[in-house]
């Protein structure tokens, strides 16, 4: 099928959904533990890839969707079923392809889940096949969302760090919270801030999540994977990968620098905040008490013995130190040529021709 098709599928969807008759009972979990084992072997297919990296961008850009001065439904699931609508706001350009790689598996499965619940399970289950990633929790019983999010809510990469800590604050996440969230940078990349360039990873190696993302954005910048002046992006230090503006401004800010630096060095300390970080996310707008803990439907992801290194051919004195409190501390570099990182596989590449 066709990118095209796809996207006209996924354009289509609140034409074809249908309100739950009921409410969900307590036997949720089991009702969805079929809809998880498609998604993993049909969806991801074992592979920390492009789906799973959109999936779990997609958690981001539903939950977010909520303000207390506009308003919003925050992780309602209004990306899915008013795509029409959210699709068309500039944050979330490149999410077209993303709703239509995951939106024949909810219009398979509209009957039995909340398009709220679809995107946070989705989510979770993306990073079970990334070694070093934790086990999100998940809950279910979100209600179908009323209206479309506002727009403007979702940041943008060339925000300034003031305007990104006060969005996130606005809905109750500290600045080490938003650190945490960004470790899901560690196996993302970018389609749309260099369109020349699609499927290019942000600063790191994106199928195992690690601390390389927090190393090289402090490393010097010196090139451009592909054209420059692109709007919410710097140099970045390692070929291949691009660089975000915001993460590059986050990295250096002395109310978040030290907070990166410390998930540079310490993956297991990345790994156990974002889970709650991300969880807390997922709950944006909704009562907990009105949801079932489904935890069980989510694999534990392999384990990672990371050990946090350079890469080649950089050293101590190319990192830009930038915690007020402590330096960063030496690590060794890995052997090798300079890295020359190659773009993540699109997970529509295989039907482009048919």
């Not at 398009?115 to 990073?127: E, W, Y």
């Not at 300034?160 to 996440?173: H, K, Y």
């Not at 620098?257 to 996310?281: G, H, I």
């Not at 130190?321 to 890995?334: K, Y």
Request: charged share 15%.
């Amino acid at each position: 099928m066709s990118i095209r098709k796809l996207t006209a599928l996924v354009l289509a969807l609140p034409l074809v959904f249908a309100a739950p008759s009921k409410r969900q009972t307590p036997a949720i979990c089991s009702t969805l533990a079929p809809v998880a084992q498609d998604l993993l072997e049909n969806l991801f297919g074992g592979e920390c890839g492009d789906s799973a990296h959109g999936a779990l961008r997609l958690i981001f850009h539903d939950a977010i969707g909520i303000s207390p001065v506009v308003g919003g439904g925050g992780a309602d699931g209004s990306i899915i079923t008013f795509n029409e609508t959210e699709l068309a706001f500039e944050a979330n350009d490149g999410l077209d392809d993303v709703l239509a790689d995951l939106g024949p598996f909810f219009l398979k499965h509209q009957a039995v889940i909340s398009s709220g619940d679809f995107v946070q399970l989705a989510g979770a289950l993306s990073l079970a096949a990334c070694p070093g990633a934790p086990k999100v929790q998940f809950v279910a019983g979100r209600p179908p969302p009323l209206a479309p999010s506002p727009n403007f809510l979702v940041p943008e990469p060339f925000n300034t760090t003031d305007q990104i800590l006060e969005r996130f604050a606005s809905v109750g996440f500290a600045p080490p919270e938003i650190i945490a969230l960004l470790s899901s940078h560690s196996i993302a990349g970018a389609d749309t801030v260099d369109p020349t360039i699609p499927g290019t990873p942000f600063d790191t190696t994106p199928s195992v999540y690690d601390t390389n993302i927090f190393i090289d954005v402090l490393l010097k910048g010196t090139l451009f994977p592909g054209t420059s002046g692109n709007q919410g992006e710097v140099e970045t230090a390692v070929n291949g990968t691009l660089r975000l503006q915001s993460d590059f401004e986050l990295a250096r800010d002395p109310r978040t620098a030290c907070t990166w630096q410390e998930f540079a060095t310490n993956q297991p300390l990345m790994a156990s905040q974002f889970a709650p970080a991300v969880f807390k996310l997922s709950l944006l707008g909704q009562n907990i008490n009105d949801l079932t803990d489904c935890s069980e439907l989510i694999p534990q992801p392999p384990a990672l013995k990371d050990v946090p290194e350079f890469p080649p051919g950089q050293f101590l004195s190319d990192i830009q130190d930038s915690c007020p409190t402590a330096r960063f501390p030496d690590l060794p570099t890995q052997p090798g040529p300079p890295l020359d990182v190659a773009p993540i596989p699109q997970a529509d590449s295989d039907d482009e021709d048919s």
